[in-house]
C-alpha cells in the first residue's frame, strides 16, 4: 500500500477512533494506574506474556500514540517520550555509555548535555573529548580504543555552525561506534539523520516539536532493541516519564510542524533579506546566507536552513541589549521555535557560563543576538527589528557626538 504523506500521517496516527467514541482527537489518559481484570491478568502481565498498561511510568495511551508518530516523523525503528530534552539526552548516554568509556562530542553542544558529560566523567569515569569535525580526520583521530559513541548537534548554538552529518556517520560507522545526533535545531521536517545512517536521534520536543513555548518534553528515537532497552532502564528505573497531558500538547503540536517549519523558515529568510541591507548590523550567521561559509553543506544536508538567525548589531553588549528592550512584537526569552519570534543574548544568557575568551573563540561576541522567527507576519518582525534598531543606531550616534 502506498504509504500516506508526512502532513497526513502527523495528523493521524494510528488512532482507532472507533474504538473512543468517535474522538476526533486523541484522548487524554490522565491516569497513573490501570485495573486488572484479575489476579492472573496482573500476573501475565508483569510477565510479559500479555500486552497491556500496568503502570503510567511503564507506559501510557496517550504517550503511546505520541511515541509512534515520533518514531515515524523521524523514520526510526522506536522512539520514546521524555520530560524534558534533557531526560531523552541523559537516558541515551547513559544507555550507551558505562564506567571507562570515551565518547567523542561535537564542540558547541548545548549547555546542559556538556554539564551532564561533565558529571559522568567526575562520577563515573566516562570520558568525553570536544572537537571541531571539520573533516574526516578530525573524527577518525579522536577515535580511542574505548570509544563507544560520537554525539553531535547540528546547527550548533548560536553560531549555526554545522557538522557534516554523512562524514561523521561514516566514520563511526567504520569505527563501529554508535552515532547520536541532537536534531532539535531542525526538526524531522528539515533533517533525517536516521535516513542518512544515525543510530538514534534525540530532541528537546521543548522546541519546534512542540511550537507553542507550553511544554517542557524530550524524545528519543533509535532501533527496537535498543530503545526497548531503554524503555526499561534509563527511562523506567530514572523515571523522567512525561505525563500524558503534556503528551497531547505535543500530538496537537505535530499536526502543524511541517506547516509550521515552513512558516518559520520563510520568515527567517525574509528576516535575513532585510538585515542584511541595514547599516546598523555587523555579521550575520543564517544557513541560508549564500555567503555562509557551509551554505553548500546546509543546502545538501538540511531541508530549509531553519528558523534561525544570529547577527552582530554595532556598538557591542550596550547596544545588544538596548535593542532587545526597545523590541514589541520580539519577546526577549531563551528557548526557540515557537511561535512568538524570541530574541536572546548568548553572552549573558545561554553562553554566559563559558568563559569569555572560550566564547570569543566560538565565534560568541558581546554583541551577537539569536532570533528564533516566529510565526507572525513577516513585516510585523520586520518592523519591530527595524524601529529597535534606528532607535538604537539613534543612540549609539547622540553618544559619540556628546564625547
Ligand atoms: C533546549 C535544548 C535541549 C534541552 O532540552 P530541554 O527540553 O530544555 O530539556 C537540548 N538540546 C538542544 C539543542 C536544545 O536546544
Same mark, same amino acid.
Given at each position: 500500500m502506498k504509504q500516506k504523506?508526512?502532513h497526513?500521517r502527523?495528523i493521524h +496516527?494510528?488512532?482507532? *477512533?472507533?474504538?473512543q467514541?468517535?474522538?476526533?482527537s486523541h484522548p487524554i489518559?490522565q491516569?497513573s494506574?490501570y485495573?486488572f ?8 502481565r508483569?510477565? +510479559?506474556e500479555e500486552?497491556?498498561?500496568i503502570?503510567s *511510568? ?6 503511546t500514540e505520541?511515541e509512534a508518530?515520533?518514531? =515515524? ?11 524534558s530534552g534533557?531526560?531523552?539526552?541523559s ?9 571507562g568509556?570515551?565518547v567523542?562530542?561535537?564542540e558547541g553542544?548545548y549547555g546542559?548535555?556538556y554539564g551532564f558529560l561533565?558529571m559522568m566523567?567526575t562520577?563515573?569515569g566516562i570520558e ?10 578530525d573524527?577518525?583521530r579522536?577515535?580511542?580504543p574505548n ?8 546547527p550548533?548554538?548560536p553560531t ?10 561514516r ?6 561506534l554508535?552515532?547520536?545526533? =541532537? ?7 528539515l533533517q533525517r539523520?536516521i ?6 536521534v534525540?530532541?528537546s #520536543?521543548t522546541k ?5 513555548g507550553?511544554?517542557i #518534553?524530550?524524545a528519543?528515537?533509535g532501533p527496537?532493541?535498543?530503545m526497548q532497552?531503554i524503555?526499561?532502564?534509563?527511562q523506567? =528505573?530514572?523515571g523522567?516519564?512525561l +505525563? ?5 500538547l505535543?500530538l ?7 506547516l509550521r517549519?515552513d *512558516?518559520?523558515?520563510?520568515n527567517?529568510?525574509y528576516?535575513?533579506e532585510?538585515?542584511s541591507q ?5 555579521r550575520?550567521?543564517y ?5 555562509f561559509?557551509?551554505y ?7 531541508a530549509?536552513?531553519?528558523g534561525l ?13 538596548a535593542?532587545m528592550?526597545?523590541?514589541n ?6 528557548s526557540?521555535g515557537?511561535a512568538e ?11 554566559s557560563?563559558v568563559p569569555?575568551?572560550? *566564547?570569543?573563540d566560538?565565534g560568541?561576541t558581546?554583541?551577537m ?5 516566529g510565526l507572525?507576519?513577516?513585516e ?8 529597535a534598531l534606528?532607535r ?5 550616534a547622540g553618544?559619540?557626538q556628546?564625547k
Amino acid at each position: 500500500m502506498k504509504q500516506k504523506g508526512l502532513h497526513t500521517r502527523l495528523i493521524h +496516527g494510528a488512532f482507532d *477512533r472507533k474504538s473512543q467514541h468517535g474522538s476526533l482527537s486523541h484522548p487524554i489518559y490522565q491516569t497513573s494506574t490501570y485495573v486488572f481484570d484479575n489476579a492472573a491478568q496482573g500476573e501475565a502481565r508483569f510477565a +510479559g506474556e500479555e500486552g497491556g498498561y500496568i503502570y503510567s *511510568r511503564l507506559g501510557n495511551p496517550t504517550v503511546t500514540e505520541l511515541e509512534a508518530k515520533l518514531a =515515524d516523523a523521524e523514520g526510526a525503528e522506536e522512539a520514546v517520550a521524555f520530560a524534558s530534552g534533557m531526560g531523552a539526552v541523559s537516558a541515551v548516554l547513559m544507555h550507551l555509555l558505562s564506567s571507562g568509556d570515551h565518547v567523542i562530542v561535537s564542540e558547541g553542544i548545548y549547555g546542559c548535555t556538556y554539564g551532564f558529560l561533565e558529571m559522568m566523567e567526575t562520577k563515573y569515569g566516562i570520558e568525553y573529548d570536544l572537537i571541531q569535525m571539520n573533516q574526516i580526520e578530525d573524527v577518525s583521530r579522536a577515535v580511542k580504543p574505548n570509544t563507544k559513541a560520537v554525539y553531535v548537534e547540528t546547527p550548533i548554538n548560536p553560531t549555526m555552525k554545522l557538522v557534516d552529518l554523512e562524514m561523521v556517520i561514516r566514520t563511526a560507522e567504520d569505527a563501529g561506534l554508535w552515532t547520536v545526533v =541532537d536534531n532539535t535545531f531542525c526538526s524531522p521536517y528539515l533533517q533525517r539523520p536516521i535516513e542518512m545512517g544515525a543510530d538514534f536521534v534525540v530532541h528537546s #520536543a521543548t522546541k519546534y516539536i512542540s511550537g507553542h513555548g507550553d511544554v517542557i #518534553a524530550g524524545a528519543a528515537c533509535g532501533p527496537a532493541e535498543e530503545m526497548q532497552v531503554i524503555r526499561m532502564t534509563t527511562q523506567k =528505573d530514572v523515571g523522567a516519564v512525561l +505525563g500524558p497531558m503534556d503528551a497531547w500538547l505535543l500530538l496537537r503540536g505535530l499536526k502543524t510542524l511541517p506547516l509550521r517549519m515552513d *512558516r518559520h523558515c520563510s520568515n527567517a529568510a525574509y528576516i535575513f533579506e532585510k538585515l542584511s541591507q541595514e547599516d546598523g548590523i555587523e555579521r550575520i550567521v543564517y544557513p541560508g546566507d549564500p555567503d555562509f561559509p557551509q551554505y553548500d553543506l546546509a543546502q545538501r544536508q538540511m531541508a530549509q536552513p531553519g528558523g534561525l538567525i544570529s547577527f552582530e548589531i554595532k556598538g557591542g553588549k550596550r547596544a545588544a541589549q538596548a535593542f532587545m528592550d526597545e523590541l514589541n512584537v520580539v519577546q526577549t526569552a531563551v528557548s526557540l521555535g515557537d511561535a512568538e519570534s524570541l530574541i536572546q543574548h548568548p553572552a549573558s544568557m545561554t553562553h554566559s557560563v563559558v568563559p569569555p575568551d572560550k *566564547r570569543l573563540d566560538m565565534g560568541i561576541t558581546d554583541s551577537m543576538l539569536r532570533l528564533s522567527a516566529g510565526l507572525e507576519n513577516p513585516e510585523d518582525i520586520w518592523d519591530d527589528l527595524k524601529q529597535a534598531l534606528d532607535r538604537v543606531t539613534d543612540q549609539t550616534a547622540g553618544e559619540l557626538q556628546t564625547k
